[in-house]
């Protein structure tokens, strides 16, 4: 069963629609980029910060660097979390690596000289999609500080090389479900995150078959959908981006 037009509770969407996606930038005072991303339910503040330096592996090598940091607040879910304060779990480091992958996907990091970009993801709720909504805020966090460092004549223009956006999408019971809440995500018999530029080219997928193993051709439909989904992604993404 494929159908898409099969409504989900409680949101009434479609197979293939997105949650209600809202970007809302310049939330927050002295960061050089900073937006709200509201997906649903999921709340994430990515703020983007300029450091004029680079790792000391990078000196000398006329190159910068975008690196990232995930944390979700104590009660951003149903029950409190302890702080991620003496050592970040192995789930955090692994969400903000893909991060930062992703987001120097966006980055011609020779043109941005040495200095470096930090990107903080902060979850103030939890409902399901968090590191790929944390991705899709975080470029367009980035692309705001690329724009300030271009207006102040620190690097040329042309940094910021395109968009990168990522959406999650599973398969339940033969249906394939784009942008999964927390409900969703947890019972699916297979979960997949899609992370995709704006030109339309994958930068990471990644897929699990949680209760049952999946064919060739529903990865085909879930790849599918997942482009399709992530289309509305960047549009969203691209008009707030034009307004800078």
């Given amino acids: 069963m494929t159908t898409e037009n099969i409504l989900r509770e409680p949101s009434h969407r479609t197979a293939h629609d997105i949650r209600p996606l809202n970007l809302e930038p310049s939330v927050t005072r002295y960061a050089e980029g900073s937006v709200l991303v509201k997906a649903g339910h999921t709340h994430i503040l990515c ?75 902060d979850v103030l709720q939890a409902d399901g999609g968090t590191r790929t909504a944390s991705i899709t805020g975080a470029c367009v966090a980035l692309s705001m500080a690329i724009r300030g ?69 529903e990865m085909k439909l879930m790849t599918d959908a997942a482009v399709i989904a992530l289309k509305n992604v960047t549009k969203i993404q691209k008009d707030l981006i034009a307004k800078f």
């Fill in 47 to 121: 703020t983007a910060s300029v450091d004029e330096n680079v790792p000391s592996w990078l000196k000398g090598k006329g190159q910068g660097w975008i690196t990232a940091e995930y944390s979700m607040l104590p009660r951003a879910t149903h029950t409190r979390s302890k702080r991620d304060r003496e050592k970040i779990s192995g789930r955090t480091q692994e969400i903000q690596r893909l991060i930062g992958r992703a987001i120097r996907g966006c980055i011609n990091l020779k043109a941005l000289g040495e200095r470096q970009i930090i990107l903080d993801c």
């Fill in 149 to 217: 460092l271009e207006k102040q004549g620190k690097i040329p223009p042309g940094a910021f090389v395109d968009t990168v956006a990522a959406i999650s999408v599973g398969m339940k019971k033969g249906q394939v479900l784009v942008d999964l809440d927390y409900n969703e995500d947890s019972s699916c018999d297979v979960d997949m995150n899609f992370v995709m530029t704006g030109s339309g080219k994958f930068i990471e997928i990644q897929g699990t078959a949680e209760h049952q193993a999946f064919s060739q051709d």
